[in-house]
């Protein structure tokens, strides 16, 4: 068989595989989560101290507990699946989750692409720095800042007046390990993500949180157009918030109820 022909078939057998996987990977209807009786959950995974692996390689953290806590309201076991923070909403459009949480902050860009529910918390960009450094906007210019690639801080730094360079990193501890390092001046990051860091590892003599950058509500996404999903979580966050549910892990992670006022 010539090496064309060979070559082609290939092609064409990836692509029925390809197309086979697609066909597997729809956008479901709540109808047909509810079938099912699992509703498959996107987040990260590195992200501390919303979605993160402990010791134990288990999922924890804020956005993991108010996750759960969904799929509980909604009588539907939680079936978790980690991936890249910048591939999540693409995924969900290929219908590999039924629903990100994963602390995307609401922007009009990322709501071209999916739907948003109602924020379940509010937050902002802030700038930490090692003591003595860079401690505002203004502080940062001609300084390196290191962000979270895809994230609204890595949009919220490119738009810094004077800011040298900014350094984009796969993972927020990837970042701080090269401000640690010396190897980039600030690092922008959730406000409560940086409380976190600090604290976990007993950094509260060498890094210092500076101003915020800007304020953002942060909530789950649907696929685009995908109502009855989308009602469906706006009503169980809503039941959580009246019965106390919604406080009860706010306060456990953070010590202070962080929904939108």
Known sequence: ???????????????????????FAQVRTFDQIKKSGEIRIGTEGAFP????????????????????????KLGLKPKWIAQSFDSLLIQLGQGRFDFVIASHGITEERAKA??????????????????GGPKTKKDLEGKVVGVQIGTTYMEAAQKIPGVRQVRTY????????????????AWITDRFVAKEAIKE?????????????????????VAKGNKSVLDALNKALADL???????????????????CR
């Open 49 to 72: 101290p919303f979605n993160y692996f402990d010791a134990k390689n288990q999922l924890t953290g804020f956005e993991i507990d108010l996750g759960n806590a969904i799929a509980k």
């Open 114 to 131: 999916v739907d948003f529910t109602n924020p379940h918390y509010c937050t902002g960009g802030i700038i930490v720095s090692k003591k």
């Open 201 to 221: 590892r007993k950094l509260e003599g060498t890094l210092q949180l500076g101003e915020l950058v800007f304020q953002e509500r942060v909530a789950m996404a």
């Open 241 to 259: 918030m009246k019965d106390g549910t919604y406080a009860q892990i706010s306060k456990k992670w953070f010590g202070e109820d962080v929904r």
């Open 170 to 185: 796969q993972k927020d501890p990837d970042a701080l390990q090269d401000l640690l390092a010396g190897r980039v001046d």
């Open 1 to 23: 068989m010539p090496f064309q022909e060979v070559a082609m078939r290939k092609v064409l057998v990836f692509l029925g595989i390809l197309a086979l996987g697609l066909a």
